[in-house]
């Protein structure tokens, strides 16, 4: 499809930074229109792909990610507070940065929604701030699989429930894992763990 071709909610354009969002980002076109609206945006976006794309190969699903957090995160921040986007005190590798404790499992959703709001107030890098905030998820799997013995020994009925073929039990001992390290381990890694030590013991 030729750039000229592209249509944004219905009209024809030749944006070129509009035709690149859709066309090699992938973007939907929804999103893209949303994005250079403001040509201070579309740039910032293209400044924080270009640091992730230093280190990154998977430049449409980077793309995605980032469009989520500048047109979500980052847009009802700047709304609250009234600020423009040239304003802000996050730099575009301190978003990769975000991103990448996220991806690496250090950082959940929702404590990244916690840290980015952070990072917006204050300028500190997300890894800085998840450190002072004692947010970072626990991914030692050693640690992890010791709080796991620990559980399956203090809680045999959820454990017996569990390999009699009641699967929903393993819930509640996850929560036991994440409440004895006060929701810092992985969760998807202690899913995980939990019920390869419980199928051995089928």
Same mark, same amino acid.
């Given at each position: 499809m030729l750039a000229q071709e592209i249509k944004i909610r219905g009209e024809p354009t030749a944006d070129p930074q509009k035709c690149r969002f859709v066309l090699e980002y992938g973007l939907t076109e929804d999103d893209a229109n949303l +994005?250079?609206?403001?040509?201070?945006?579309?740039? &910032? &976006?293209?400044?924080?792909?270009?640091c992730g794309l230093k280190t990154r190969d998977d430049g449409i699903e980077l793309a995605k990610s980032v469009s989520n957090w500048v047109l979500g995160e980052l847009s009802r921040l700047?709304?609250?507070?009234?600020?423009? !986007?040239?304003?802000?005190?996050?730099?575009?590798?301190q978003f990769i940065d975000? +991103?990448?404790? !996220?991806?690496? %499992?250090? +950082?959940n959703n929702s404590m990244a929604k916690v840290v980015f709001e952070e990072m917006f107030n204050s300028g500190k890098s997300a890894g800085e701030i998840a450190e002072s905030m004692g947010m970072s998820q626990i991914s030692d799997l050693d640690f992890i699989h010791s709080v796991i013995k620990d559980v !399956? &020994?203090?809680?045999?009925?959820?454990? =017996?429930?569990? !390999?009699? %073929?009641?699967?929903?039990?393993?819930?509640?001992?996850?929560? =036991?894992v994440m409440k004895t390290t006060r929701g810092t381990a992985n969760p998807m890694i202690v899913t995980e763990l939990l019920g390869k030590e419980m199928d051995a013991m089928k």
């Amino acid at each position: 499809m030729l750039a000229q071709e592209i249509k944004i909610r219905g009209e024809p354009t030749a944006d070129p930074q509009k035709c690149r969002f859709v066309l090699e980002y992938g973007l939907t076109e929804d999103d893209a229109n949303l +994005l250079t609206m403001s040509k201070q945006t579309a740039d &910032f &976006f293209e400044h924080i792909l270009e640091c992730g794309l230093k280190t990154r190969d998977d430049g449409i699903e980077l793309a995605k990610s980032v469009s989520n957090w500048v047109l979500g995160e980052l847009s009802r921040l700047i709304n609250q507070t009234g600020y423009v !986007i040239t304003d802000i005190k996050i730099k575009p590798q301190q978003f990769i940065d975000m +991103l990448k404790l !996220i991806d690496d %499992g250090t +950082l959940n959703n929702s404590m990244a929604k916690v840290v980015f709001e952070e990072m917006f107030n204050s300028g500190k890098s997300a890894g800085e701030i998840a450190e002072s905030m004692g947010m970072s998820q626990i991914s030692d799997l050693d640690f992890i699989h010791s709080v796991i013995k620990d559980v !399956i &020994f203090e809680n045999p009925k959820p454990v =017996q429930d569990y !390999i009699k %073929g009641k699967e929903t039990a393993v819930k509640f001992l996850v929560g =036991q894992v994440m409440k004895t390290t006060r929701g810092t381990a992985n969760p998807m890694i202690v899913t995980e763990l939990l019920g390869k030590e419980m199928d051995a013991m089928k």
